[in-house]
């Protein structure tokens, strides 16, 4: 049986720090990316691929929000959609080049992800994520007023729109994604997934709110029932003492380790953290298999276990 894994990819293997955030350039980057991926797909694993959202959507809003007094603003879970669209269709062009240089023909599909969040989950008594434009005090006050927006000052910059950034609970298309599987690569939760709640009738309501993509992963992996979740950022390993002069790069993880650096507060709040905390969910919930965090760059040796943030259960 060929080995299943899932795959988080983080906002490195879509956009270059050294590049303008033009369609081009995150296309040239895609490219470079799926080079990794389809040689994953070369070695044998079976694969899905799950990609962060975050300059994306915020870009698709701030030029809805630039235009609106000439097409009215689209809402923050069609944004969210938009995103998962174009950067969905830009990995299915360069996956299926990569792949077919590699004479594996085989199919790549983005699907359209809503994910379900709890109404009652606590990030919505405390919305954390800034997303789209600056605006002045007052007109932060209206948007506040008309829209119901919550509008916090961002370090002294002016004042943006904060999302709650609830747990993912049940990925809607899981259905459509196991059929896939056997068939495709499947690129889906994009951006963590469109968040959706639940209504009491069974209809479905986007939400404007931010799901983490590395959790998102993590549920995908357990609802698919992958070998190991490979979650690809910037670094090679996860640290402690991150950006001091007593680093430490970490190969293996236990659960119990993990616990107490996180505990120490050793993996940054917004970047490392959720992928420590995603790895150390996969473990619990299936001791015997591993979360690897590792670079875009690192990552066939990091799955033959030379290299990598390794977390298991024990
Ligand atoms: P992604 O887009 O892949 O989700 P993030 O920027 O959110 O990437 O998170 C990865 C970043 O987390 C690394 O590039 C690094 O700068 C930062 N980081 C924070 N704490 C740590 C740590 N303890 N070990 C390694 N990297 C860390
Ligand atoms: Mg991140």
């Known amino acids: ?30 490219r470079k990316t799926c080079e990794h991926i389809a040689e994953i797909s070369r070695r044998g694993y079976e694969l899905a691929i799950v990609h962060g959202n975050g300059p994306q959507v915020g870009r698709i809003l701030l030029a809805g929000e630039t235009a609106r007094d000439v097409v009215p603003p689209m809402p923050f879970d069609v944004c969210g959609a938009m995103s998962q669209g174009y950067i969905g269709y830009h990995i299915q062009q360069a996956l299926r080049y990569a792949l077919s240089v590699r004479g594996r023909n085989v199919p790549v599909v983005s699907l359209t992800t809503q994910v379900v969040v709890d109404r009652r989950d606590p990030a919505f008594q405390n919305p954390t994520k800034p997303i789209g434009a600056f605006y002045n005090a007052e007109d932060a006050r209206k948007l506040e007023l008309d829209k119901g927006y919550v509008m916090r000052e961002d370090a002294g910059r002016g004042w943006r729109r904060v999302v709650a950034s609830p747990l993912p609970q049940k990925i809607v298309e899981i259905g459509s994604i196991r059929l896939l599987w056997d068939h495709a690569i499947v690129i889906t939760c994009g951006g963590g997934g469109v968040p959706v709640a639940e209504n009491p009738d069974g209809t479905l309501e986007g939400m404007a709110a931010v ?40 190969d293996h ?7 107490r650096y996180l505990e120490e507060g050793h993996f940054g709040a917004g970047s490392m953290r959720p992928k420590i905390e995603a790895a150390m969910r996969f473990a619990r919930n299936y001791p015997g298999r591993r979360a690897i965090i590792t670079s875009l760059d690192k990552c066939l040796d990091a799955l033959e276990g030379k290299t990598g943030t390794v977390v298991t259960f024990s």
């Open 253 to 259: 993880l236990s659960l119990a380790d993990a616990a």
């Open 1 to 30: 049986m060929p080995e299943k894994i899932v795959i988080a990819l983080g906002g490195n293997a879509l956009q270059s720090k050294n590049s303008p955030p033009t369609a081009e350039a995150q296309l040239e980057v895609v």
């Open 211 to 250: 799901i983490d993509k590395d959790f998102a992963a993590e549920l995908l992996a357990e609802e698919v029932n992958a070998d190991a979740l490979l979650i690809l950022t910037e670094v090679e390993k996860a640290a402690i003492h991150f950006g001091q002069p007593n680093q430490q790069d970490l």
